[in-house]
């Protein structure tokens, strides 16, 4: 009886598990000629975002809805490949697209707990998932998942179908793929992950949002020590590297925003110029078609500008003072109301960089307790309220006093210690070339690109002051003007019915009068007075029309005798292109910022070919005029208004400063033969920058301070004289020939003294306010070998 039962019971059984059989196979047999094709993977070709990068590789920027970095399978580190293989699919070598003994165990553990507690999806099936179906919870979708395994395994190798997750996987943040999500959360290249980061972000394909470390710091870690803990049983890492990764700390908030160093260069300006020109070329592909940008930006160079900008702004801004509270709050008892409220504020108010929000908790003239963005508490005492000091005075207006509730900004010392500070109000702009060719080799173009996207190196239009009163003598070297020339610095009027209904008397700058001087010495000190004589001498259309050899706009600088004085207007990068020429022997040469284009394969899309100084560029002025005007430029620097850049001890810097009315606007332009390097610091709605705050002394130390790092190690090298250039002996009161002096100046071969001595004598006496006394002024006959200006042109070109 029992045996006719048994038998019974078998048959029915494998009757059942017959009909089971054809019934799947009948469904496999009408999925299978469904399934989607495989072509998607074998030419797989993922939205990869615009890239944007350093001459050095380093990337400057990223633009695109997917943030993705391509990496090749071989290319992941091993410590990466068994965090993923152990959170996700331990048995990935082994099975064959489906894990039967996951599904097993899977099955059992949610019977057990009565809910569905483990799935027991493999990574084949994900990518199968993440290509081709969506994410509802069916029987057909599951079916047509694991048919997909199968087809995937059938036709690619395990390597591949890993490269593939590896790459495709979201991972929050719009990371997708591991080598993204690495220089998202940690600001590092997946080449260099620890293994503590690595099981991080091993833990984030289960549920990317639950388990963000920005987010969800707890949770995050949590699924960390999992992940980790399965590495160990799966004998991936030894006792002693489980116990250091658990013991490691989690990235806080506040190192995951810095290390948002997604970009480990602060190249913003630089990174939307290069957008711009690619989103013109491409449109909206521009951002999926994972095109590079390869700039000419050095990382070094850009290190030091970008330093130098902030420093140089900074320093200004403290030396006039703390001008009080951005705003302040009233921080309710509740604890999370209060926490609501700190959000709002760190909202409204965020960190610049290195200068962090905080609100105050606690104060006193002693001791200042705040509440930072990160959450954390910190206390700043001594030195580090100095700044602020008066606002911690009951007297203090309530306006200006910091006070609890209060919202200031503090910066941290190297040394961990807290100092109040303030987000300035002034900006600033520095760019640097390669005169050779045009080469841009750093470019900042505003103090915090978060808080302004105007950038003032291309855009900002600014009277370049006595930084463009070099290229007034430049125009008078062509016109038999020497180094020795004596110009007299006296007084200048211009009457009321000559100056266009009201009377022009421009002063020097320290309101002086040096009386007759060399023109080597006058440009050195920065005269306007003999610079204004020299510009009627040599007359301002002319002028006008020989300083768009430097690729100036001369529209943008009116022919009147106001030119002289720099009252046109130019931008950083206009100034660059022309100091460029100085420094390159006199050769016009075209900014540029991108090397080359190239597609998501290497393939170089567009490729530009600048034109290089000595070879194909364009001759802009003599090249005797250039080395000159050079020398005349090391003397700003040796003795005059750029003094300070004696600091940096070298004799191959040349430069001049450039201070605007009222101050409004203070620049420094310098070179050595290497780089040309330009610094400009103003307001956006022009207003005085402050008594004394002059090139030198407002400019002069951003280019400085991108100098000194920028040189560091970098040999000197001085012009050599070009043919047709002489040194004379000269007697320093008069600029003419002197064998028995000591000084002694350099001249085009056809303008030393003695061939223009008599031609140019008249110079030599002083003059009556009003008066020009130098070649080609009022009633004075031109040097009989000064060419004219339709003749200098031709020589030229």
Request: proline letters at 7%.
């Amino acid at each position: 009886m029992l045996k006719r039962w048994l038998v019974y019971t078998a048959s029915v059984i494998a009757g059942l598990a017959v009909v089971g059989a054809l019934l799947g196979g009948f469904v496999v047999a009408l999925l299978w000629p469904t399934l989607p094709s495989l072509g998607v993977l074998a030419d797989y070709q993922p939205k990869v975002p615009l890239r944007v990068v350093s001459a050095d590789g380093d990337l400057l920027g990223e633009f695109g809805e997917e943030r993705r970095s391509i990496v090749h399978i071989a290319d992941v580190p091993d410590v990466m490949k068994h965090a993923i293989l152990a959170a996700e699919d331990e048995r990935f070598y082994q099975h064959g697209g489906v894990d039967y003994l996951s599904v097993l165990r899977a099955a059992l553990s949610n019977v057990t707990a009565g809910a569905t507690q483990q799935g027991a999806g493999t990574i084949t099936m994900q990518v199968a998932r993440n290509f081709f179906l969506t994410r509802e919870k069916t029987m057909s979708r599951k079916l047509r998942e694991a048919l997909l395994a199968y087809k995937i395994e059938a036709n690619f190798t395990k390597d591949q179908i890993l490269e593939l997750y590896i790459n495709q996987i979201y991972l929050g943040q719009r990371a997708y793929g591991f080598a993204a999500a690495a220089q998202t959360y940690f600001g590092v290249p997946l080449a260099q992950i620890t293994l503590p980061e690595a099981a991080m972000l091993a833990g984030l394909p289960k549920a990317p949002s639950a388990y963000n470390p920005i987010s969800n710091p707890r949770r995050a870690k949590a699924r960390q020590q999992y992940v980790l803990r399965r590495m160990h049983d799966l004998h991936y890492i030894s006792d002693d590297q489980w116990r250091q990764a658990q013991n490691a700390p989690l990235p806080t908030r506040q190192v995951t925003q810095s290390a948002r160093a997604e970009y480990p260069i602060h190249a913003e300006y630089v990174a939307e110029m290069a957008r711009q020109v690619v989103y013109d070329a491409y449109g909206d592909q521009a951002y999926a078609r994972g095109i590079t940008v390869v700039t000419t930006i050095r990382r070094a160079d850009q290190d030091a500008a970008w330093a130098a900008v902030r420093r140089g702004v900074m320093d200004y801004d403290e030396r006039h003072g703390y001008r009080g509270p951005d705003a302040y709050v009233n921080l309710p008892s509740d604890p999370d109301e209060q926490e609501q409220a700190l959000d709002r504020v760190f909202e409204d108010h965020p960190d610049s960089d290195d200068i962090l929000t905080a609100v105050v908790r606690k104060a006193t003239p002693q001791d200042v307790r705040v509440t930072l963005s990160t959450g954390d508490d910190a206390d700043i005492t001594g030195a580090g309220l100095k700044f602020a000091q008066r606002a911690l005075s009951s007297r203090t207006p309530a306006n200006q006093q910091i006070r609890p509730g209060a919202v200031i900004h503090v910066i941290r010392d190297d040394k961990g210690n807290y100092a109040i500070t303030q987000i300035p109000q002034a900006e600033a702009a520095f760019i640097s070339v390669r005169p050779a060719d045009g080469a841009i080799l750093s470019l900042v173009g505003g103090f915090d690109f978060d808080r302004s996207k105007f950038n003032h190196v291309t855009q900002a239009y600014r009277q370049p002051g006595s930084a463009f009163k070099p290229f007034i003598y430049s125009a008078a070297l062509e016109k038999g003007f020497t180094p020795a020339t004596i110009i007299n610095d006296a007084p200048f009027f211009v009457p009321a019915d000559k100056a266009g209904g009201e009377a022009w008397e421009p002063k020097n700058y320290d309101g002086k009068f040096d009386g007759p001087m060399r023109l080597r010495v006058a440009l050195a000190k920065s005269k306007n007075l003999v610079t204004i004589r020299i510009l009627q001498a040599i007359g301002p259309q002319y002028a006008q029309d020989y300083i768009a050899r430097f690729g100036f706009d001369p529209k943008l600088h009116p022919a009147y005798l106001t030119m002289g004085l720099g009252a046109g207007s130019a931008t950083p990068l206009q100034m660059a292109t022309a100091y460029s020429v100085f420094a390159n022997g006199g050769y016009r040469i075209t900014p540029y910022l991108i090397s080359k284009i190239v597609d998501e394969r290497g393939n170089v899309l567009s490729q530009p070919a600048p034109a290089v100084a000595g070879k194909d560029a364009k001759l802009a002025i003599d090249p005797r005029n250039a080395f000159i005007m050079t020398s005349l430029l090391h003397d700003v620097i040796a003795y005059g208004t750029g003094v300070r850049a004696k600091v940096l001890n070298r004799d191959d810097l040349a430069g001049k400063t450039g201070t605007t009315n009222d101050n409004v606007d203070a620049w420094f332009c310098g070179y050595d033969a290497a780089k040309v390097g330009i610094a400009w610091i103003g307001f956006d709605q022009p207003k005085t920058l402050g008594t004394n705050e002059t090139g030198s002394h407002a400019a002069l130390p951003i280019w400085i301070a991108y100098m000194r790092s920028a040189l560091k190690g970098v040999p000197q090298v001085l012009p050599a004289p070009p043919d047709g250039v002489v040194s004379v002996h000269i007697n320093p009161d008069t600029g003419l020939r002197d064998d028995s002096s000591a000084m002694t100046d350099w001249f085009m071969a056809e303008f030393t003294p003695q061939a223009a001595q008599d031609a140019l004598a008249p110079v030599a006496a002083p003059a009556a306010p009003g008066s020009a006394t130098v070649p080609g002024g009022p009633g004075a006959p031109a040097p009989a070998r000064v060419p004219a200006a339709k003749d200098v042109r031709n020589q030229l070109f």
